[in-house]
């Protein structure tokens, strides 16, 4: 999930896999969880954050390209993969041994709608042509969301790439000293079509920006950001927990349903 340090800088430590009975972690530093994988249940959503960022299926019911940037563990990955069968996934993650975990944490192998690509996401993003309906952000190092990700040029090459009515989705922590920078960029570079939910993610705060270009019909993306910007989603943390329960258990029936005979 995370960038490569500057050429003169140290290369990272390498990923730490630890695994106490049913619970696998990742470790970019000593005790500093980065994705969490409950064995039993491989692409069971088992931190808050990631819980949170499927959010974006309020705004993009059926979204046909997902770009995610990081892999850390393969959270989202497994359980879009599972969840959403319409979607073809790509996933961009920079760090090599990173990827070569991704068998410890079950994340499946590449097949017709799931890519995971060895590339830095800015520098990729920027080259892209290929449109997406969803981009989720989620590249961290052992401290904080690498800043580049937070810049205008990646901010701009992902809303560039997104399809009208599309959301980026943005994991960056709420005590980071450059959140309010970011949110700044964000919301003028999406025209103040940002949102977020209130107390679903302890100090992850996941920001979603809409793409609503001027001139054209407004999107059923952009009237839901309209409304969750009001109240911060439905105006109370219990009632917005509540909302993502009830989102991940209606993505589980309505794919369970398409399988049925």
């Known amino acids: 999930m995370s960038h490569p340090t500057a050429p003169a800088s140290p290369s990272p430590a390498a990923p730490?896999?630890?695994?106490?009975?049913?619970?696998?972690?990742?470790?970019?530093?000593?005790?500093?969880?980065?994705?969490?994988m409950d064995l039993r249940a491989p692409d069971r959503l088992v931190l808050a954050y990631t819980r949170a960022m499927m959010l974006f299926a309020l705004f993009v019911p059926r979204p046909r390209h997902i770009v995610m940037?990081?892999?850390?563990?393969?959270?989202?990955?497994?359980?879009?993969?599972?969840?959403?069968?319409?979607?073809?996934?790509?996933?961009?993650?920079?760090?090599?041994?990173?990827i070569a975990l991704r068998h410890e944490f079950a994340v499946p192998?590449?097949?017709?709608?799931?890519?995971?690509?060895?590339?830095?996401?800015?520098?990729?993003l920027a080259a892209s042509r290929e449109p997406a309906d969803v981009i989720l952000v989620d590249g961290f190092d052992a401290l904080s969301m690498h800043a580049p990700l937070g810049s205008a040029r990646f901010l701009g090459a992902c809303r560039k790439l997104l399809a009208e009515g599309g959301v980026l989705v943005l994991n960056i922590f709420s005590y980071d000293p450059a959140y309010r920078?970011?949110?700044?960029?964000l919301t003028l570079m999406f025209a103040d079509r940002v949102c977020w939910f209130d107390k679903v993610s302890g100090n992850n705060r996941i920001l979603f920006a809409v793409k609503a270009s001027p001139g054209q019909p407004?999107?059923?993306?952009?009237?839901?950001?309209?409304?969750?910007?009001?109240?911060?989603?439905?105006?109370?943390?219990?009632?917005?927990?509540?909302?993502?329960?009830?989102?991940?258990?209606?993505?589980?029936?309505?794919?369970r349903q398409q399988k049925s005979p």
């Open 218 to 255: 407004l999107t059923p993306a952009a009237r839901t950001q309209a409304r969750v910007a009001r109240r911060a989603g439905l105006g109370a943390g219990f009632l917005n927990r509540w909302l993502v329960r009830t989102l991940l258990w209606t993505l589980r029936r309505a794919a």
């Open 109 to 124: 192998e590449d097949d017709a709608r799931l890519r995971v690509i060895h590339a830095d996401a800015v520098e990729y």
């Open 181 to 185: 920078h970011v949110l700044a960029r």
């Open 69 to 98: 940037v990081g892999l850390g563990g393969g959270s989202l990955v497994k359980f879009c993969h599972r969840w959403m069968p319409q979607a073809r996934i790509t996933v961009l993650e920079v760090r090599a041994d990173v």
């Open 16 to 36: 730490l896999v630890r695994t106490h009975g049913h619970r696998r972690t990742l470790e970019f530093a000593e005790g500093s969880v980065q994705s969490e």
